[in-house]
Structures are given as C-alpha cells and as structure tokens.
C-alpha cells in the first residue's frame, strides 16, 4: 500500500509540474503578444517614477523587464546608453516563470547590465550569464522564485538584503498571498527604503479622492465586471487576478513609515477599463 501511495503521489506531482510548466510556455506566449499594449498604458507613469529607483534593487516578477530602458542612464565612451552604476549599484530580479528568462536576459544586457544566474535557484543556468566587457557593469542577478513563503525565499535574495529599493510592476496581481508577499517587502527593505509600485486593481469606487485619471469610467459597473470575470482570468492570465485592490492592501499594512499613491482609470481600450492603475512610493519606517 505504502508503495502504491508513494507512486500515485510521484505521478501526482509529475503532472502537477508538467501543468506548471505549461502554465508558464503560455503566459510567454501570450505576453509576446500582449506586452507592447500593456506598456503603451503604463510607460507614461514608468517615465515619471522609474528614474526614482537607486541603490541595490530588488524587482518581483520583472517578466520580460521592458521597464529597465527607464532608469537611471549615461552614455559611455563608445556611444552606448547605459544604466548608471552610481544610481543603480546592483539588480536582482526574482521571476519565477523560467519562459521568460531569454527576453529578459536579452533586456538587462541591452541596458548595459551584467547578467548573473542564481545556481541555487536555477540549477540549469551553468552556461548562461553576461562576460563583463567593461569596468563598473552593474549586476543583474536573475533568481527563480517568489516572496509568498517566508520560509522559501530563494538564498541568494536573502543574502542580497536589505535593498534600497522594490519594485512591483503588474506582479503582486499574480502572486498567491498579496499581505504576505508585501510583509517578505517590507522585511527585505532596509529602514527607510522604498517600495516603488505599479499595479492594476479593481476599480475605485466613484469619489475616490485618490483618483487623478478618470476619464468618465463607470466605475461601479467596471467593478463588477472585474469581480465577475477574476475567476476565469486567472486561469488565462496566470494567476492574474483583476479586481484586487493592491494600493490600499498596501497602505494598510504595518512597518511603513509614509505611503503615497494615486489611482488612475486609463482609457486606452476596452482591456484598460478592466485594469485601473495605483502608482505610488511606500517608505520603510527607520524604527
């Protein structure tokens, strides 16, 4: 019997991850194809809050990390543009979709970063990873995992801590246990670090004082729309749900010194009514 139970939970565990995998190859797929309209929505704000982010950074979820061309940038002596290793000192990109790891690995090196495998993480990495070609080239540690477990953050985060800086961009829609995951941010930051964040939510209610965009949205109807349709969404989207409200999970919890956000209700598409934005900078207390 022990035998039999031992075999029937390989199996189980076999197709579980054959399904993860899958799972994974699709959301690639699928973001290849989404990814320039999602970024025509949200380079706007990227451009404004993106040059803020400096120190030893720490990004959840980076997919395919298009977001890297703003940051901090110089040009050097053969004409390239950069990131600045005086703004940015060291870059660790925790991404658990291994699909997605040659498009971002193709970005950071196009932004002039040194590109780095966590072996722990990533046993397949051996071959992989960036020659440096040029003194100062700022690292960029591609780790395979999540922060939803406190007890399985992957070494080489832990190791990496405290950060200046986390950035979140479209990423805590996805993850199992959003409180967690913001509590593993605020235990990684060191005092007075930033939580920088851009992310869909579920629509604010009509009057929301923290809206700057509203473009006439009916934002009851919206809302309801997003309520009904986050089941069948998260199964296409990857575990995306639509209709959670990420800014204010965000202010309500404990450790933070200062949290500023607004809420913006773009009108791009129809996609965008489904898919409102909070941006905002969360501050570590220092005691």
Same mark, same amino acid.
């Given at each position: 019997m022990n035998i039999v139970l031992v075999q029937q939970l390989h199996l189980y565990s076999s197709v579980s991850n054959g399904l993860s995998l899958t799972a994974d190859w699709l959301f690639k797929t699928l973001w290849l194809v989404e990814s320039d309209r999602n970024n025509a929505k949200v380079d706007t704000y990227r451009k404004a809050l993106w040059p803020e982010i400096s120190g030893n950074v720490l990004e959840l979820g980076p997919g395919f990390a298009e977001s890297l061309r703003f940051l901090t940038h110089v040009t050097i002596s053969d004409g390239s543009h950069v990131v600045d290793s005086n703004t940015i000192t060291s870059y660790t990109a925790l991404?658990? $979709? /291994?699909?997605?790891?040659?498009?971002?690995?193709? $970005?950071?090196?196009? $932004?002039?970063f040194c590109v780095e495998y966590d072996h722990k993480s990533y046993p397949n990495c051996k071959e992989l990873g960036t020659i440096p070609t040029r003194d100062n080239m700022v690292p960029f540690n591609i780790v395979r995992g999540t922060l939803d477990d406190p007890d399985n953050i992957p070494q080489c985060v832990l190791d990496n801590a405290p950060y200046d800086t986390v950035l979140t961009s479209f990423s805590l829609c996805t993850v199992k246990d959003p409180e967690a995951t913001i509590k593993n941010i605020i235990r990684l930051l060191k005092p007075g670090g930033a939580h920088v964040f851009i992310e869909h939510v579920r629509q604010p209610p009509p009057g929301d004082k923290r809206v700057t965009e509203d473009n006439n949205v009916n934002a009851v109807l919206w809302g309801k729309i997003q309520d009904w349709i986050t089941p069948l969404w998260s199964i296409i989207g990857h575990g995306?749900? /639509?209709n959670r409200e990420t800014g204010e999970t965000i202010a309500k919890m404990e450790g933070w010194k200062s949290v500023e956000y607004k809420n913006v209700r773009p009108v791009i598409d129809l996609q965008s009514r489904i898919m409102p934005l909070s941006i905002g900078k969360a501050i570590k207390a220092t005691e």
């Open positions: 991404e658990p $979709n /291994v699909f997605l790891y040659d498009q971002l690995h193709k $970005n950071a090196e196009t $932004n002039g995306c749900h /639509v």
